[in-house]
């Protein structure tokens, strides 16, 4: 009797099937090919999986990516990823384009630019705003809405940036995803940090960071709110 693999397993191999990445819907559709479903509410346990299991990211609404991948496409200054909205379906598609030449010369210009981007947040911002931690050595420029999944204009907009300390930049990160914020400029933590670790961060769920800097991120504040947090 062949053995049943778990659910995450066969949604890896879903993903993969598809080149990297899938929408949910894609992943309901064609899990039955490694393992049949079961239960009484499948496609909630498929969902659950994907949000909860480190192997896969969430980049879109209701579309997730093997965390694999992306890495591979963030470190590859071959390829990247572009998302699109497909009007018809109101489902994102996403297209892996392979760069020419002068695309190429393009993105290297921009990943010059980025240390353009931190010099201009270190002179506006000054500071991380939950630790106040000012040493420039330790601050890093954090992306709101990812670099992987921004437009050229997008990657150098220093609304779409925030000055954070190391630990708080990567509970930021999309690949972790712990912490987000309002424009109400409260910290939202994830119910996936457990209630221990949060007292050592030192934060509160819903607590005001005061020099939080909101005005003009409102948009990319609330990508990441709906594409990155893991609530």
């Keep these: 009797m062949r053995q049943v693999i778990t659910y995450s397993e066969a949604i890896e191999?879903?993903?993969?099937?598809?080149?990297?990445y899938a929408p949910l819907k894609y992943i309901?559709?064609?899990?039955?090919k490694y393992r049949p479903k079961t239960g009484l509410t499948p496609d909630n346990s498929?969902?659950?999986?994907?949000?909860r299991d480190n192997r896969f990211t969430r980049i879109a609404k209701g579309v997730?990516?093997?965390t694999e991948f992306i890495n591979k496409i963030e470190n590859n200054d071959n390829q990247f990823i572009e998302l699109t909205d497909?009007?018809?379906?109101?489902?994102v598609v996403i297209k892996k384009i392979e760069r020419t030449k002068t695309e190429k010369m393009v993105s290297q210009k921009i990943r010059v630019g980025q240390n353009d981007f931190r010099q201009a947040l270190l002179k506006s911002l000054k500071k991380c705003p939950i630790t106040?931690?000012?040493e420039k050595r330790l601050l890093i420029a954090s992306h709101i809405k990812p670099w992987v999944f921004c437009d050229?204009?997008?990657?150098?907009?220093?609304?779409n940036g925030l000055l954070l300390s190391p630990l708080f930049d990567k509970l930021f990160d999309k690949s972790v995803g712990l912490i987000t914020f309002t424009p109400n400029k409260e910290i939202l933590i994830s119910n996936k940090l457990t209630k221990e670790n949060i007292q050592r961060l030192g934060i509160v769920h819903r607590q005001i960071i005061v020099d939080l800097?909101?005005?003009g991120r409102e948009e990319f504040l609330e990508y990441h709110r709906k594409y990155i947090f893991q609530g």
Excluded: F, M
């Excluded at 309901?28 to 039955?32: L, M, P």
């Excluded at 050229?152 to 609304?159: G, T």
């Design 13 to 20: 191999k879903v993903i993969l099937d598809n080149g990297g």
């Design 28 to 32: 309901y559709e064609n899990i039955w």
């Design 46 to 51: 498929i969902q659950e999986r994907v949000q």
């Design 64 to 66: 997730y990516a093997l």
């Design 86 to 91: 497909d009007l018809l379906d109101d489902v």
């Design 132 to 134: 106040n931690l000012d």
């Design 152 to 159: 050229n204009k997008e990657r150098l907009d220093i609304n």
């Design 213 to 215: 800097p909101v005005s």
